[in-house]
């Protein structure tokens, strides 16, 4: 069965405190992906990594960076966090193939005050 | 640029009904896959099907079936038999097919909230 995890389901962090996100998945998944999702937004793509040591921004990478130093592991850093910030994260994986669909993990609430 | 729209914000749909939940979309890619989820409240994004610019039949998936209609640029998800646990957000997605950077990318609908009344 297809599993990606997430290091929290919830998260509470003061304004300007360093913020991570881990997220892994045990698939031999080659691709990975960050959204946060936000009422009435949708899902946006923050940033994806297609292989270890690769990384892509998506649509706003802005206030965010990634760190795939492991093909099981995709890291989304807030390095200062503020609270427009505040959103549901969700990661995802992919195989690599062209078909292939992402799978999501249970998603992280941050709440930054 | 890919744009997919879900015009519905919410539906409510009787227990053992059938429901459509409509998703149109817009792109230039010649080949391109079409993606349904559902989000229940706690959050996690569940892959429901897939449908595949190129298949010539539309898909399904146990109770779900995707009415792919290519020329009017439509994937709406029906749901048969609808039970209290389909009571969800329910996103189309889509991504083109081919190699690139741009093909890694989902591009989601805003999302239709489906109530199943008992």
């Known amino acids: 069965d297809v599993k990606v995890t997430q290091s929290s389901r919830y998260l509470v962090k003061r304004t300007g405190e360093k913020v991570f996100l881990e997220c892994v998945q045990d698939?031999?998944?080659?691709?990975m992906f960050w959204y946060r999702q936000d009422p009435g937004l949708g899902l946006r793509l923050i940033y994806f990594?297609?292989?270890?040591?690769?990384?892509e921004k998506g649509d706003i990478p802005e206030g965010y960076s990634v760190s795939r130093e492991k093909k099981e592991r995709f890291s989304l850093i807030l390095e200062s966090a503020s609270t427009n910030q505040t959103s549901m994260y969700l990661c995802?994986?992919?195989?690599?193939?062209?078909?292939?669909?992402?799978?999501f993990g249970p998603g992280t609430r941050l709440l930054v005050l | 640029a890919q744009k997919i729209t879900q015009t519905q914000p919410g539906m409510f749909v009787q227990e053992k009904e059938a429901v459509t939940l409509d998703c149109t979309y817009d792109?230039?890619?010649?080949?391109?896959?079409l993606f349904w989820y559902k989000q229940p409240s706690s959050g996690e994004m569940i892959f429901l099907i897939y449908?595949?610019?190129?298949?010539?039949q539309n898909a399904t998936e146990g109770r779900y079936s995707l009415n792919f209609q290519k020329a009017r640029k439509s994937a709406n998800l029906v749901i048969s038999a609808s039970q209290l646990g389909d009571s969800a957000m329910y996103f189309c997605?889509?991504?083109?097919?081919?190699?690139?950077?741009?093909?890694?990318?989902?591009?989601f609908g805003k999302g239709t909230k489906l109530s199943v009344i008992p």
């Open positions: 990594s297609y292989d270890v040591k690769m990384k």
């Open positions: 995802a994986s992919r195989l690599g193939l062209v078909q292939e669909t992402q799978y």
């Open positions: 698939m031999d998944h080659e691709n």
């Open positions: 449908q595949g610019s190129y298949d010539q």
């Open positions: 792109t230039s890619d010649p080949s391109y896959g």
């Open positions: 997605a889509m991504r083109g097919l081919y190699s690139g950077a741009g093909s890694y990318q989902l591009t």
